[in-house]
């Protein structure tokens, strides 16, 4: 009886955490939400950068959204993929600024000659796919 009990406890107080954090998120206005998935688009983009290094833009964007769509699975019916480029083409030249301010995460981006890559490519054009 009492492991029955401590088991009910514990879905409790999980299910009203989930439910405290969504409900916060969804009170958030619309800026906020975007600012959400931009400070995680940041994230996504240094480590796809950090794994795949330059001039793999393409296979990066395709990386970063495949994780998007399993992060926020939700704002995918929102989002379509160009609006999901562009917010990425974004939050590139959010990355490149705070590459070249900070020198901890500038040692992270160099490369073997100490250079600083390019991180900002060619933004994703629609009809260069097609």
């Known amino acids: ?8 406890i514990v879905l409790f107080v999980i299910c009203f955490a989930l439910g405290m954090f969504l409900d916060k998120f969804i009170k958030k206005s619309r800026e906020e939400k975007i600012q959400v998935v931009k400070n995680w688009l940041l994230y996504a983009v240094a480590m796809a950068e950090r794994e795949l290094g ?24 929102f989002i379509s993929f160009d609006m999901f480029a562009k917010l990425v ?3 590139l030249i959010q990355f490149q600024e705070l590459v ?3 020198v901890t995460i500038a040692a992270e981006f160099t490369d073997t000659e100490g250079e600083l890559v390019d ?3 060619e933004p994703y054009d629609e009809e260069e796919e097609n």
């Open 89 to 91: 083409d974004d939050v």
């Open 119 to 121: 991180i900002v490519e």
């Open 100 to 102: 070249e301010e900070n």
């Open 1 to 8: 009886m009492i492991n029955n009990f401590a088991f009910w």
């Open 54 to 77: 330059s001039g793999t833009g393409r296979i990066k964007l395709g990386q970063v959204y495949e994780q998007f769509l399993l992060v926020f699975p939700q704002l995918q019916r």
